[in-house]
């Protein structure tokens, strides 16, 4: 009788437990319902420091605009002007540089091109400009470099660029290397190429002299007021400031 007892008695817990777990999972799903799946948050871009431990770093970040053809390419990268500390903040010491690098090609339309004896030019801030005022006016334009200027291998290479418009609105860009070094590179820009490359430039030429770093901290505010708005005593006007200089 008592073993007959034991037996119902397990037999009926048993029962009660799934029903309180199906119970548990429904309020489960209840509760749950309507609420989005989040995925785990991706981690940042991080690096072994050594110790064991990994911290977060900011990439390198590498962009260009290259314009491919059967018999040469050339490839328009910016690179970033340096500064240095002063006692009261930083500044420009020197001026970034539109870099141009050239490679011949197979000419067998594979795009296959020869990077590895590529050769190079760049471009300062004032050339930019020149570049740029001739290619608004179609006419020619070309620059010379020596790699080693006021150093003891001065003339042992240099180089030059040239831009030289052709029919239907196309362009050549050319560039020559003689002395110790040889080479010779040649790409047609179609009238919407040069458009894209005017446009980086224009865009890389004030961020070439920094200014795009004197915009980007806080604004100058001085502690005393001024009237020389437009807008009279009650400001809001806008144009009329002048500057004091």
């Known amino acids: 009788m008592n073993t007959t ?26 509760s749950n319902r309507g609420q989005p799946k989040c995925a785990a948050p991706p981690r940042a871009f991080s690096t072994d420091t050594g110790t064991g431990t990994e911290t977060s770093r900011t990439p390198a970040v590498y ?3 290259t ?12 690179i970033k002007p340096t500064w240095e500390r002063t006692a009261s903040g930083i500044r420009l010491s020197r001026e970034g540089t539109m870099l141009l690098e050239f490679a011949t090609g197979s000419g067998a339309g594979d795009r296959s ?3 590895g004896s590529k050769g190079t030019f760049g471009l300062s801030a004032s050339e930019i400009g020149d570049f740029l005022a001739a290619a608004d006016a179609g006419e020619e334009w070309s620059a010379f470099h020596d790699p080693n200027m006021g150093g003891s291998g001065r003339g042992a290479v240099s180089k030059s660029l040239k831009l030289t418009p052709a029919q239907q609105g196309s362009w050549f860009l050319s560039l020559g290397v003689r002395g110790t070094t040889q080479g010779s590179y040649s790409v047609a820009l179609t ?3 040069l458009r894209v490359v005017m446009s980086c430039l224009e865009f890389a030429l004030p961020r070439c002299l920094g200014l795009d770093e004197q915009f980007a901290g806080p604004p100058s505010v001085s502690d005393t007021p001024s009237n020389n708005f437009g807008g ?6 806008g144009g009329g400031m002048m500057p004091p200089f």
């Open 5 to 30: 007892l034991s037996v119902a008695y397990r037999a009926i817990s048993r029962t009660a437990a799934s029903r309180n777990l199906l119970g548990q999972k429904s309020i489960s799903r209840i």
């Open 63 to 65: 962009t260009a605009y």
């Open 67 to 78: 314009v491919y053809k059967a018999k040469g390419a050339v490839s328009f990268k910016i």
């Open 113 to 115: 091109y020869a990077w």
């Open 191 to 193: 009238r919407g190429e």
């Open 232 to 237: 009279g005593n009650g400001g809001g006007g």
